[in-house]
Each structure stands twice: as C-alpha cells, then as structure tokens.
C-alpha cells in the first residue's frame, strides 16, 4: 500500500480553501445618519419646500446590490441607502456614494468614506 500524496494528507498544517482567496470587505455608509442631506440638484437650483427650507432628501430604501469596489489590494462592498427628493419640480434620486451626495454631504464627513 502508498501512502497519499502529501497534498491531501491531513498532517499538512495549511490547506487552501476558497475563501483564502475571497475575503470581501464591507463599508456601510450612511451618512443621512450623520446629518440631513440637502438635495443637490435642487440647492443648484435654488429650490426651496414649502416652509421656505432648502429641499432634504429622504431615505427611499436599499440598493438591489452593493456597489463593488477593486483596488490594488482589497475588494470592498459599499452598502448603502438610496435617496429622493421629494420636491415636485426634481424626484431625483442618488445613491449614499454618488459623487453629488459626497459634495453636499459636510467636510467633516467626507474623509470617512474615501479612507475605505
């Protein structure tokens, strides 16, 4: 009888498995729970609501996929909200990590997300 190629013994201290070569990572982003975002077609537009404020957008639910990010190292899922506006004259709506919504968001912010 031949012993098995060492490959499949069990005595090997590390195999390969697939996730060795799939580990995702995940960034929620939020940032309607940080502050209001003003909507930034209609702030462009100098829209106002009825009482008179800037025009906010409001949480229309959750994406049907993240979005997929590759860099050189990583591969990150970003989960996030999807918006609208609710003003008559836009109905737009953005994603949490449009580049609209990363400019209306406050400076503060913004560095949070790019650091992922």
């Known amino acids: 009888m031949t012993a098995p190629p060492l490959v499949f013994s069990r005595v090997v201290p590390f195999e390969i498995e697939p996730r060795d070569f799939y580990r995702p990572r995940f960034f929620v982003w939020l940032p309607h729970l940080f502050q209001r975002i003003p909507c ?3 702030k ?3 829209r106002r609501s009825k009482r008179g404020q800037p025009v ?6 959750w994406p049907q996929q993240p979005r997929r990010v590759v860099d050189l190292e990583h591969l990150v899922f970003i989960i996030g ?4 506006c609710g003003h008559e004259e836009c109905k737009k709506t953005f994603q949490s990590w449009s580049p609209t919504i990363l400019q209306a ?3 503060p912010l913004e560095p949070s997300f790019h650091s992922t």
């Open 40 to 42: 930034p077609n209609c």
């Open 44 to 46: 462009d537009a100098n």
């Open 56 to 61: 906010m957008l409001r949480v229309l639910g």
């Open 81 to 84: 909200h999807q918006y609208y």
């Open 105 to 107: 968001i406050p400076p």
